[in-house]
Every structure is written in structure tokens, then in C-alpha cells.
């Protein structure tokens, strides 16, 4: 029974992701901000940034590097890129 207790909540976990749009903003917004917002997340939560400007594809990826947190993945729809970042 406490087995399933400890499930449920790192189920909760994994599934949460809060999506933040950042189209529009131009290079060094997005990085930046995307830095600032994984500076308030706690360990384990989700960022989707979805992004407008082309150098994010770039920038972000040097972003999660550096900050050593983990790129789940990334998408491009027409000009929209997505990064899914799980914060270490």
C-alpha cells in the first residue's frame, strides 16, 4: 500500500508541464527568460517554451548545457519551436 502511495505523487510529477509562450520575443529574450524560469522551478517539473525567433534553436540547447538541466525534446512547426526542459 505504501508502494502505490509513492507512485501517485511522482506520478503527478512526470505529467505536469507548464507551457510558456514566448512568441514574438526576439533574441536574447527567450534564453533569458527561459533561464529565469528555470531558476524558480523545482526539480523534476517540465517547461514547454515554445519560441518564434530562429536562433532559440541554438540558444536553448547551450542554455540546458549550461545549466544542467535535461532537453526531453524539441519540434518545429512552422515557425513555431518547441523545447520540452526538465529541470535536474
Known amino acids: 500500500m505504501a508502494e502505490s ?10 505529467a505536469k508541464a507548464a ?3 514566448m512568441r ?3 533574441c536574447p529574450l527567450p ?4 533561464r529565469k ?3 524558480k522551478t523545482a526539480a523534476g517539473e517540465v517547461l ?4 518564434t525567433d ?5 540558444d ?5 548545457r549550461e545549466t544542467g538541466d535535461k532537453l526531453e525534446g524539441s519540434a518545429k512547426k512552422g515557425r513555431v519551436l518547441t523545447f520540452k526542459i526538465r529541470k535536474a
Request: with cysteine; charged share 20%; proline share 8%.
Open 19 to 21: 507551457a510558456v509562450n
Open 31 to 34: 534564453t533569458l527568460k527561459t
Open 48 to 51: 514547454v517554451i515554445e519560441c
Open 54 to 58: 530562429p536562433l532559440t534553436a541554438i
Open 60 to 64: 536553448i540547447p547551450n542554455l540546458i
Open 24 to 26: 514574438g520575443l526576439k
Open 5 to 14: 502511495k509513492a507512485k501517485k505523487p511522482a506520478a503527478k510529477l512526470s
Open 37 to 39: 524560469l528555470l531558476s
